[in-house]
Antibody
Framework: EVQLVESGGGLVQPGGSLRLSCAAS????????MHWVRQPPGKGLEYVSA????????YYASSVKGRFTISRDNSKNTLYLQMGSLRTEDMAVYYC??????????????WGQGTLVTVSS | QSVLTQPPSVSGAPGQRVTISCTGS?????????VHWYQQLPGTAPKLLIY???NRPSGVPDRFSGSKSGTSASLAITGLQAEDEADYYC???????????FGGGTKLTVL
């Protein structure tokens, strides 16, 4: 059974940093691209970042480019999102997702339960 | 404002058919990129409902179907049930933005 379990969310002050983790199991982690998607309270879904199966290619939404870094450790079946210079508008539930398919045609076929990041002083 | 436009809400009585539209442009849906649909039940994570415009993952009832034409796509739900009450999101790829894009979401209410 595919499982994605996020951790690392919490309360952080504006300008602060936080690292999210996503532990994957039930599939060959190193064979899949992975995405982070976020959902601000009461709002819709927003793509944040993506990484290729071997970690060599990364993508970022313009809203987080230069502040967030996505990475993965295939030996530990774990995906990461290092978030810096956090703003109040970054407050959201962050979902770890698996991509099935190519960059332009792929869908997000499995989602974690999400971890809440609160940015407030 | 989302790149893909969905109606904020739709509603229908049990047993009825409803459709949810997703309107894009020539840089996303109109460019031929696949449209995917996600269902988010209250208080839960989204779940893949339709992929590749028309395909259902294993376990998704055939009451749910997807279609695509031109710069738009649609999700149809037939035989509406109370447990279908949820938020629905469309998603595609945009070549101008070089980004994955979501619709703003549609809240389905079963009357």
């Amino acid at each position: 059974e595919v499982q994605l379990v996020e951790s690392g969310g919490g309360l952080v002050q504006p300008g602060g940093s936080l690292r999210l983790s996503c532990a994957a199991s039930g599939f060959t982690f190193s064979s899949y691209a992975m995405h982070w998607v976020r959902q601000p309270p009461g709002k819709g879904l927003e793509y944040v970042s993506a990484i290729s199966p071997n970690g060599g290619i990364t993508y970022y939404a313009s809203s987080v480019k230069g502040r967030f870094t996505i990475s993965r450790d295939n030996s530990k079946n774990t995906l990461y999102l290092q978030m810096g210079s956090l703003r109040t508008e970054d407050m959201a539930v962050y979902y770890c997702t698996r991509r099935k398919g190519t960059v332009t045609t792929g869908s997000l076929d499995y989602w974690g339960q999400g971890t809440l990041v609160t940015v407030s002083s | 404002q989302s790149v893909l436009t969905q109606p904020p809400s739709v509603s229908g009585a049990p047993g009825q058919r409803v459709t949810i539209s997703c309107t894009g442009s020539s840089s996303n849906i109109g460019a031929g990129y696949d449209v995917h649909w996600y269902q988010q039940l209250p208080g839960t994570a989204p779940k893949l409902l339709i992929y590749g415009n028309t395909n259902r993952p294993s376990g998704v009832p055939d009451r749910f179907s997807g279609s695509k034409s031109g710069t738009s796509a649609s999700l149809a739900i037939t035989g509406l049930q109370a447990e279908d009450e949820a938020d629905y999101y469309c998603q595609s790829y945009d070549s101008s933005l070089s980004d994955w894009v979501f619709g703003g979401g549609t809240k389905l209410t079963v009357l």
